[in-house]
């Protein structure tokens, strides 16, 4: 189990908003920047979102994330077939003294 | 443009040590600015931070491998090399290498989680 809680799976039709949480604690999202990745099947991840909510050039603007708390959140707008992926949110935890990843969701677009 | 390319055996016997190189190419392994990393990730399951490296030798372990992990850079080759010891079958996963961009940041005071970009990965089974 890891130490971030994301929903196993999410899913949505095309054209819709979807959500992806990532829940976590003081030590971790309370305190530090929130990145998220993007597998798509049978790829490597690929960087989504940066110290929150700051898109790499290339990332469509349907892309959105924030924080609050003790807690995190990736928003997709406009929902398209080609965004079916992984979605992972990672951070640095401070107890642990290393990196850690959410356990994934699974965003089917039906 | 960066691009890494992981490489090494892709079967490895239990209580062996595992042996992966990370070839970087478009930029140098020796600037100053940059990290470079080791994430794996088991069949079907998530992503795990291994350890982080600068040209240096200034790392980042994961506490949880610590003990079994040792990572090297060779700036002559362009490459950065991880070694997994005593593997055993939860040590079967796609490795992948990465650039780690910032893994502290001054400015802020913040560890950023910030990979990219990432390696294609290679699948590595232990079993004997």
């Known amino acids: 189990q890891s130490v971030l809680t994301q929903p196993p799976s999410a899913s949505g039709t095309p054209g819709q908003r979807v959500t992806i949480s990532c829940s976590g604690s003081s030590s971790n999202i309370g305190a530090n920047y929130v990145y998220w990745y993007q597998q798509l099947s049978g790829t490597a991840p690929k960087l989504l979102m940066y110290r929150d909510d700051q898109r790499p050039s290339g990332v469509p603007d349907r892309f959105s994330g924030s924080r609050s708390g003790t807690s995190a959140s990736l928003a997709i707008s406009g929902l398209r077939s080609e965004d079916e992926a992984d979605y992972y949110c990672a951070v640095w935890h401070d107890r642990l003294s290393g990196w850690v990843f959410g356990g994934g969701t699974k965003l089917t677009v039906l | ?128």
């Open chain 2, 1 to 128: 443009q960066l691009q890494l390319q992981e490489s090494g055996p892709g079967l490895v016997k239990p209580s062996e040590t595992l042996s992966l190189t990370c070839t970087v190419s478009g930029v140098s392994i020796s600037s100053t600015s940059h990290y470079w990393a080791w994430i794996r990730q088991p069949p079907g399951k998530g992503l795990e931070w291994i350890v982080t490296i600068n040209y240096s030798g200034t790392t980042y372990n994961n506490p949880s491998l610590k003990s079994r992990v040792t990572i090297s850079v060779d700036t002559s080759k362009n490459q950065f090399s991880l070694k997994l010891n005593s593997v055993t079958a939860p040590d079967t996963a796609v490795y992948y290498c990465a650039r780690h961009i910032s893994p502290y940041y001054y400015g802020s005071g913040n560890y950023e989680a910030w990979f990219d970009p990432w390696g294609q990965g290679i699948l590595v089974t232990v079993s004997s």
